[in-house]
């Protein structure tokens, strides 16, 4: 008997290690998995400048954590990536980027293959029901582009029934669609019945709505710092009148996430926070946007929107 009494503990003791030593491999937190890891992975275009944009030509820094599909900080640039590699760096971890469709990453259901989304999100509704949005780190005006050669447009009902470029599953096509809802914000639908001709994302807009009006398209909705971007690398193309929507750009992360993800949510928020108190987020958006569009989001109360009950 006392043999046997022996042997159950000493299956008891195992037990317990085993599931001490499964709980420090599997982490149920998210924030302790990347920190257990020593990366943290951020999702965001690969060709989205002034926000985002892979170098070219860039190879892996050496020595680092990340893995051999995720690219190295090195290897990107802009104003999305500086305050993505701000979170990695007060989180004491790596940063490695992946670049799915923004089609994917706005419908959640990542499959813990990357951790954050650093992309420019604007916070709607709709999107609220797959991820977790941070205190926004700015907010732009949506405007619509259109020909330098145009005379006939000149404000936004003018583009009523035109071929209006938008990129899928965004903000835009929603706008078009007359289904957009945005917290705190009241939408007003000035063009109606477009028909909305859909891209990843604004770049190849840009390039075709250049080729000449209406030749491909007659306008393209787009985000300020986008607009000024192709202004300034001399694409034909003009600002229509004032703003269609003004969105905050948060980070998100997945609801459909096997690891919980409030810590991580949490310090996320307390990391902006810090950035846009000590001007830090101000800086990065004159950099890369040419004016600071910070201002708006600093004082937005994210918590109001009730996200971990």
């Given at each position: ?117 650093v992309g420019s999100v604007a916070i709607t509704f709709d999107r609220m029901k797959d991820l977790y949005f941070s205190t926004p780190y700015y907010a ?170």
């Amino acid at each position: 008997m006392k043999q046997i009494a022996i042997f159950i503990a000493s299956l008891v003791l195992t037990a317990c290690i085993s599931s001490e030593e499964a709980g420090t491999a599997i982490p149920t937190d998210k924030l302790a998995e990347i920190q257990a890891r020593g990366t943290l992975v951020i999702a965001t275009d690969a060709s989205y400048a002034p926000q985002s944009d892979l170098i070219e030509g860039s190879q892996p820094r050496p020595g680092t954590k990340c893995e051999p599909t995720q690219y190295s900080s090195n290897q990107f640039k802009g104003f999305d990536v500086d305050v993505a590699l701000e979170l990695a760096r007060q989180l004491g971890v790596e940063p490695c980027f992946v670049t799915p469709p923004w089609s994917q990453l706005v419908a959640g259901s990542w499959g813990d293959n990357w951790d954050i989304h650093v992309g420019s999100v604007a916070i709607t509704f709709d999107r609220m029901k797959d991820l977790y949005f941070s205190t926004p780190y700015y907010a732009t005006p949506t405007i619509v582009l259109v020909h330098q050669d145009n005379t006939t447009y000149l404000h936004p009902e003018d583009l009523s029934g035109k071929k209006i470029a938008a990129c899928v599953a965004c903000t835009f096509e929603s706008y078009l669609n007359g289904t957009l809802k945005m917290p705190g914000q009241e939408i007003i639908y000035r063009i109606k019945d477009a028909t909305i001709i859909a891209y990843e994302n604004e770049d190849p807009a840009i390039e075709d709505l250049a080729r000449g009006d209406g030749v491909v398209l007659d306008a393209v909705m787009t985000i300020l710092p986008k607009a000024r971007a192709a202004i300034a690398a001399g694409k034909p193309v003009k600002i229509l009148d004032e703003p269609l929507v003004f969105a905050y750009a948060s980070i998100t992360l997945d609801r459909s996430s096997r690891r919980s993800n409030e810590r991580l949510w949490l310090e996320i928020n307390r990391i902006l926070r810090e950035l846009h108190s000590s001007g830090t987020l101000a800086e990065l958006s004159i950099q890369y946007q040419g004016m600071d569009l910070t201002q708006e989001a600093a004082g937005y109360d994210i918590s109001a929107l009730n996200q971990f009950p």
